[in-house]
């Protein structure tokens, strides 16, 4: 950490923030520039409030130096975590695709898309039972009526699923019938979420809130490795910019970068990212030649008929398609699918 | 609901559209124009999923045309909500002050503060015990022993008490302490949070998400509503931009549009709107002339000590100088304080 | 500047660092942490291009510690910049109020406007010649003959002039007839413009790009000033965000926080800040509540027939009301109007 | 377009916006809903300015229908514009790849890098002679002895060259040394500009702009097209977000949607959609994969020591590898290189 005096910040104001940082178990370190002075402090500064020390007489700013997160960082780890999920080895060499309905509306419906999505070729099946929506007048999902059908569609075909939990008190019992507990986007930040899930060393699926940094990402990531846990996988799912044409703003920068700042596989999902179905086979694509370890993807068999994200859903014969398409590009970057 | 068919959809697809909206219970209303052909839905559009539609063959784009809340909107009810709180009247002519520090740090810290914010003409005092940190190496709050000292806080001052709760299994223990249970911006969708402090009946401080749009803030309070819980006020506590000079942007253009939108109250919190002190004075006298019907500012007694937010809260000495400021500004719009 | 080295860089990455930087004519200040070497910069960095130095070997990142504007800061000119103008003076204790239409559309139009905004209190006139709009098939502007009628509304009435220019050429046309040039959101970055009229030694307002940062307004500001010219009037006019219920969002902190890094005067543009005539009154009290040094307001005789921005135009009746309204706001923050 | 009339909104307010949208020429059809009367306005509604039907009394809102852009969209033009230039195709199967320094600094530099750009597969040379540059004491460019260079450059490699124009009196300098002009972000919306490069008749290179949306992009692009100059190449290059770990945030979203709306080339630059050179290879191929036409990239023959954006100019040799590495992205999406 570094904090930079005023122009002109008194001698005393100097010698009280020396003090200061000594007294916090720091070495401090005097540079004095032509038009001010900067004070460096040494030691590992993560659990210190900067706040506090910026409050101080004669400061201008506190610049912190180290990342925040540890046990997510390279620095920490720096081989990739690969681990192993119904037989699928996430993070590791083989693109791993996630697919399925927004929401279960029904036992046909989820088991018939999860044959489509299988005989296609997906690893995985994605639906939600417990649906967090903006309006309290739309339809809230089915609950654990709906994980007893995933359960089924698990049964039918072998495919591992996915799901979201929305409360910590639901943790139990999703994840009775859950491989991987997904964390939405608006609950990034539910810090008691976190704990819970990271208590129930389950896999758990980590969304980037549509508001975060990549940094906040790493941070929430943080306090599930923090509880023990360490099978976390990152979705970049599109964050919130002044765009308006497409639902969210992809923001693809973000898979390489985390493929520098962490060891944790990061997926991404292109129906979010863009809202618009006709758009999910580009970014998919691209996804996929940015070093993406796989993808999740909403597939519906009646779009036009579906009780939530109907206008990204794709087809199932759509999704077929696109899985043809994903191939040459996994192997034009070194990767399977 | 207008939906607009693409250029050149085909009658059979413009058909389909008319019956499918039929189908669900509404008129539809064709409009031929010379490029494109709209279909006008008519009926409460509310509960419909505009994405289903969307999504069927012909479509170029489904424009919503009413507001998505209903209880929270002027529409259904036009006067002010106006209710008591330990004496004083909240959404009413006079100004509402909630003072205190960021955190609950000790039984002195918040009972000192207390008094201080008091002589001052403050009306609630404010203080976490349960605190979200983006670090989990961060001090997460003192917890239930927190809550203890907010009571005896109340209890020595006769000051009414705001705090937040960050988990629906909280609820019950917080409204014990609390008069007015807090949602941080963190947790504005968390929907299941929503639900329990709806059900809870106690008064509910609502704050903006950084990244939610105003109509989110009144979707959330709508679920808050929809559980026959009346007693709400909403919080603009500054929104994430590109600007980083300051900690967030405060969207003081918010204050007139809610105030025309709905008839709940409306504060604004300047300290987390700006991250820093210097700059609280300015923004809370830009709140009570935008038309705020109260304020909720950070103050602490050494802030420079401060294990959280010293950056952006007050001295008490300072914050009464605010208190001086503020009081003909109040009078300059017809309010008191 | 900061030069943050890796975790691990080699001795050898270290040292030609160290020489790098004094090659540059400056001195380095080692300071080697727990994880990471920091290389303390010591000399005026502004002329420095830290992506080359960012570059080297071994670096982690570059942290920028003087705020690169020099002319336009406070450490440079302590006391507020004021000038007359048409015997108004512009910074100083009296609130300043710029009002007129959008654009010129008639010598009638602009006549009676001026007339109508002088009586309400107004001080100086605005109104456009030559329009930037987003789309070729709209309005342009009158032009030449728009800037002759501004000239008939001052000699009318008194009034100073502010209007548009949109390219280095256009200023000595519009130098003849203007009293100051307006530079708009979307020329904030034009360097060519900023040097013309940096040139021209006229006065000017430089309105803030719609999604610029404060550093870069006052940059901007930077490139007028080292041409000599000090007449410089900063307009902070709503940044681009999320919310799209506002046509901008005013970003009301910016008037505090401009007011202690600068010297320069500070106007606010609530019509183009909200997007809604509505919104306005409320707004620009919380501009000179927050302490704007003066005011740009879009004032129409007919903003139903206006051929551009009606929407947030006000009549002249309301805007003689608003300014009722402002006196009190003004006074009760020790200014005059 | 879509007039949203007010709950409650007068039988007289509704007959004068039917008469003022028939005194515009238009077909007014009217749809009375539930809680709202709607009016549709029947005709190319692309001139008209909605902002002032919005101010007329009874009125919620006016919604558009029509995308605003006219000459740069699918409907005027189905199939893909391409043009030869100096023997390749743009816009057609083949990638095309622009690349070269930010900014020319030298004889041997820019000859140099010319000579080793084409080397690797590069079809144009980048290069700037006038730099636009957020500080006036930062390198300005060696402006016509650049130029001269660049020709020289030229004429060594047979490389066309790509140079940005940064004010309409510069259009006809550059024009005489150039063989697309490039128009950059900070200038998307300088109408003066626009205007001059597209009587020009020179092909011309337009960036979005940081704060611009697709639509906006599209709409600067009409202007060059509506003066009959149909040589339009956009470039998506990163967009300004809350995210501040990367210089831009690329909006891959973009590239699918423009190559939906419009048939002009799209290109990406990956240089400053990151700010980063280390992040430029995964971007390039992600670009490559959404569907781009091609890539603009920085490379310069030391970075360490160049005079602008160091931190993002890739070396030549890794630049070479980079080119090998996009074949088969290339390949694997229908494309070649």
Known sequence: MIIV??????????????????????????????ERTIIGVIGDERPVDKDSLARMQGVERVVPILRPFKLASRDFQAEDTVFKLNGHSIGGKKIIVMAGPCAVESREQIIETAHLVKEAGAHLLRGGAFKPRTSPYSFQGLGEEGL??????????????????????????????????????????????????????????????????IEELLMSAEYILSHGNRRVILCERGIRTFETYTRNTLDINAVPVLKELTHLPVVVDPSHATGKWHLVNAVSRAAIAAGADGLIIEVHPNPELAVSDGAQSLRPARFAELMTELRPVAHAVGRTL
Chains 1, 2, 3, 4 share one sequence.
């Open 5 to 34: 005096m005023k122009m002109g910040a008194s001698q005393e104001e100097i010698e009280n923030m020396v003090k200061r940082v000594e007294s916090l178990g720091f070495r401090a370190h005097l540079s004095r520039g032509e």
């Open 148 to 213: 007893q059908y995933l359960a089924e569609a698990r049964q039918a075909t072998g495919l591992a699923v996915v799901t979201e939990v929305m409360a910590p008190e639901q943790v139990p019992l999703v994840a009775q019938f859950a491989d991987v507990l997904q964390i939405g986007t608006r609950n990034m930040q539910n810090y008691a979420l976190l704990h819970a899930v990271g208590e129930s060393g389950m896999p758990v699926l980590l969304k980037r809130g549509l508001m975060s940094t």
